[in-house]
């Protein structure tokens, strides 16, 4: 099969040096996107900014990164595939107002004014055909189960792979995760505390992704 994965945050500039992003470290992408090539599938890596090297055997590597950037070069591939697994921490909103020269400071407050970004994974949903697994991720603090449920169903999603990011070992910068599966058709599979590769591989198996 041929499986997008995207990884990693966004970065939303300010100005030639600032930035607005998020604690991402793209492990957990990266670890799907080294799965999917170990199983045999054509394998194309979407990445935001993140220190990782991608790994061997990928049948494409594409750099980005904002939102903006991202949402172009997913769209562009979806249609040729026939999965995708939406793991980057795309940024919400972004600087209304970009600055082409730095921002000076001054000695009062300051507010910045932010835009949204276009919701990457909802636009794949209103994209996809027949036959296309579409699999996106929910990390949460509160109320996982509802809010999962709720993106699923919003976002015209397969599966979704909820997580806490306020529970030790899992999450952004962690090299272990837990989440939980949750299908279209009323599936919810709880995959337990291993490395992201141990869940990567449990992620595409449970998914129909890996036979
Ligand atoms: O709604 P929320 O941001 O929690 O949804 C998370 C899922 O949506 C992830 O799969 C993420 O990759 C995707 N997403 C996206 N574009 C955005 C925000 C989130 O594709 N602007």
């Not at 996982?144 to 910068?173: S, T, V």
């Not at 995959?191 to 869940?199: E, F, M, W």
């Amino acid at each position: 099969m041929k499986i997008l994965i995207t990884a990693g945050p966004t970065r939303e500039a300010l100005d030639p040096m600032r930035f607005i992003s998020n604690r991402s470290s793209g492990k957990m992408g990266y670890a799907l996107a080294e799965a999917a090539v170990a199983a045999g599938h054509e394998t194309v890596l979407v990445s935001g900014p993140c220190s990782l090297t991608p790994p061997e055997g990928l049948a494409k590597v594409v750099q980005v990164i904002s939102a903006a950037d991202m949402a172009e070069a997913v769209k562009a591939e979806f249609p040729s595939c026939d999965a995708a697994v939406m793991c980057a921490a795309v940024a919400d909103y972004r600087p209304k107002n970009y600055s082409s020269s730095k921002i000076k400071k001054n000695d009062g407050e300051m507010v910045i004014e932010l835009e949204r970004t276009e919701d990457i994974l909802a636009s794949l949903g209103s994209m996809k055909k027949p036959g296309q697994l579409l699999i996106g991720f929910a990390a949460e603090t509160d109320d996982m189960e509802e809010n999962a449920l709720g993106k699923l169903q919003r976002k015209n999603l397969d599966w979704i792979a909820a997580n806490r990011l306020d529970l030790p070992g899992q999450g952004a910068e962690s090299n272990t995760n837990t989440v939980v599966l949750y299908s279209v058709n009323g599936d919810r599979i709880v995959i337990p505390l291993a490395s992201k590769k141990q869940v990567a591989e449990a992620i595409l198996k449970n998914t129909g992704v890996n036979k």
